[in-house]
């Protein structure tokens, strides 16, 4: 098989005689880019500097329906931007019990080309 791109969490891949992990279909592969994009913060990424997103600054503004609406809006613009056969289906937020404010996000979405298409969720958790 042939490996596509890093799996996440990062774990050495010795077995294999590989550095790291790495993922072998297409739909962990872009699953893989989704948690990359929603993670990384704009301008930390050298040689692309307004790549990734400010996810993580809208999560510390209040718990109320604006700051989902702009979660939303966020989403939906960089995925759109940097991976434009994805398309969010839905969004929801949910509290982790047993935490100081963890916050789960569930992205639903669909991934289609020419050829292939799959939906499929992700999750984040803050």
């Known amino acids: 098989m042939a490996n596509i791109n890093i799996k996440f969490p990062l774990s050495d891949d010795s077995s294999n005689n590989n550095y790291l992990k790495a993922n072998t279909n297409t739909n962990d592969a872009i699953k893989t880019n989704l948690y990359l994009l929603f993670t990384t913060d704009i301008n930390t990424r050298f040689y692309k500097r307004g790549y990734g997103s400010n996810l993580r600054k809208l ?22 931007k940097y991976l434009p056969k994805i398309t969010v289906d839905n969004i929801t937020f949910e509290d982790i019990p047993d935490t100081n404010n963890g916050l789960l996000l569930a992205i639903y979405f669909t991934y289609s080309d020419a050829s292939y298409s799959f939906s499929d969720v992700i999750g984040i958790t803050f």
């Open 59 to 80: 999560i510390f503004e209040p718990n109320d329906q604006i700051t989902d609406l702009d979660i939303e809006t966020e989403i939906k613009k960089i995925v759109s």
